[in-house]
């Protein structure tokens, strides 16, 4: 089969089930014997930061090479393959709990990638638009623009499943899989790879009859394909539940508008006119109590989702329970009562996704110019924000900005990249948001540390920082091929909020239609970058992101990193010696 084949078939799977959403896939098996899948599989994923990160048998995609394929498609064949205990570590999460991540070897990324290909074609064009984690050109911004759009919600549920990757249920997401996939060899696939096991960090090794390792390429599809289930029902909840075409007129409202049309009409003094109106105004024209007008909004996010209702108190709490009761009779499941609360939006904010959603334009104020606004507003997680750059060592408990010790001995222009990487990362998503003004205090943190930073590595003082370099802090330098260049922070001009900041992604994610790039570019197929020679077979030489290298650095890696690469080609003389650490820069230059 030649490469476009098997781009063509992918793009047929792709197509029957964008067309027919019950089309039954089979015969999918069989791709796995097809050489250039795993090609696309680590064109995939060997840039991502967990590339080079090692599996339990200190394996990683370092190394890569022809007889890895040859390998697994052979035991792809007799269906021998068996993948690996992942490696597992613990990371902290918010809420100051730890959360468990694997890492599986080499070639079972590999084999995962390729599994999470083919799902993707079958699943992603089929998935509700009510979901946006761990998807095409969907993003937590996104789950926010359709969030914005729920004008009127009376309350909020804000839904957290308990440890929803630990918990899924094998047999459960089987029998979903069975629904859409005839091929019983790839579903016996899947379950191999759910079924791997781990070893602990004490290198005990655990089977695992439940749950979705996190880590692992395919988790986010695997669990995106279980909680479709969820999002199935709440689309029926929504079909069903959303009653009356409008509210019924609120008779307090009807009777001051009567009042002061009347007064008008009778030419009144404007004392009386003035106030009727201010009467007028501080009364919600419908009648929200309106038992025949509901109205049912949903959005998920991985595992956590959020449902705004314009409903009683008393249906959301039927709600919340018949939610419940699905994910544990359904998918085996617990929605977590302590993290699932029903909060009323005129009252209290609500946090979803890094974003606080907030009813009315001002809070808990006398000044307040609408009590019964209907638009909810997003603003910045301020809090959260600041909490992350004394994470970063940017300032210190109270946001007073600091030098950064750890890049003392970087160049000034890394420097500069670091700051703008932090700036970016923080502030790019708040656009759209009510106080997006608060972000000048923000850049004024960032800026400040990448000064002192700046003025600590040169020992010199924070005028001079800013005489030197200006106030973007502009610095000038050559790159690896000595041309100049230049790199300056990308400070904002202005903080004003952009009001169609999340309609432009909401409008962007309706008109996408997904459309899967595959990368057919075979890394295999070079000569060694060392000795160039044509007649070796070549391995993958895999360095880690900057961030992550030691000082000093080895002549290999001070290389890639004047080519700007994270891969290499090498032939499996010069391998040896770059691993033995017998390589030396002026051997490339003889060359």
Known sequence: ME?????????????????????????????F????????????????????????????????????????????????????????????????????????????????????????????????????????????????????????????????????????????????????ISDERFIRLINKILKAGYFDMQHIYHGTKIGNAQGSCCSPILCNIYLDKLDRFMENIIETDTTGDYRRQNPEYAKARYQYKKAVSNGSDLKTIKHLKCEIENLPSGDRFDPNFRRVRYVRYADDFLIGLIASKAYAAD?????????????????????????????????????????????????????FDPALRIYMNMDGILKKLRENGMCTNNGYPIGITRLLRESPEEIIKYGNQVLRGLLTGQRGCANFYKGARIQYIVQLSMAKTLARKFDISMKKVFARYGRALTVNYQNAKGKACSVSLALYKSFARQ????????????????????????????VCYICGNPHSNVSMYHRKAKKKLDKPYSPIVTVMLDINRRQIPLCAHCFAKVEADRFQLNQLKRR
């Not at 490469?3 to 964008?18: A, M, P, T």
């Not at 994910?327 to 005129?346: G, N, P, Q, V």
């Open 319 to 371: 709600l919340k329970q018949k939610i419940k009761e699905f994910l544990k009779s359904e998918l085996c499941l617990r929605l977590s009562d302590e993290k699932t609360k029903i909060t009323h939006a005129a009252d209290h904010d609500v946090t979803f996704l890094g974003y606080i959603i907030r009813k009315g334009s001002v809070k808990h104020s006398k000044f307040q110019s609408n009590p």
């Open 499 to 526: 009001k169609d900041f999340f309609a432009k992604i909401k409008s962007a994610v309706k008109s996408f239609f997904f459309l899967p790039m595959y990368s057919l570019m075979d890394p295999l197929a070079h």
């Open 33 to 180: 014997y097809n050489r250039d899948l795993y090609i696309i599989a680590y064109n995939s994923v060997k840039s991502n930061d967990g590339a080079e990160t090692s599996g339990a048998d200190g394996t990683s995609l370092h190394g890569f090479c022809e007889e890895w394929i040859t390998e697994l498609i052979t035991s792809m064949r007799d269906e021998s393959y068996q993948p690996q205990p992942n490696r597992t570590t613990m990371i902290p999460k918010r809420n100051g709990k730890m959360r468990k991540l694997s890492f599986p070897n080499g070639k079972d990324k590999l084999v995962q990638e390729a599994v999470r290909i083919i799902l993707e074609c079958i699943y992603e064009p089929t998935f509700s638009n009510l979901s946006h984690g761990f998807r095409p050109k969907r993003s937590t911004q996104s789950a926010i623009a359709e969030v914005e759009t729920w004008r009127g919600t009376i309350w909020f549920i804000e839904g957290d499943i308990s440890a929803c990757f630990d918990e899924i249920d094998h047999r459960t997401l089987e029998t979903i899989l069975r629904e859409r």
């Open 3 to 31: 490469q476009s084949k098997l781009v063509e078939r992918l793009e047929g799977y792709r197509r029957r089930n964008n067309a027919d959403h019950c089309y039954v896939n089979g015969d999918l098996y069989r791709l």
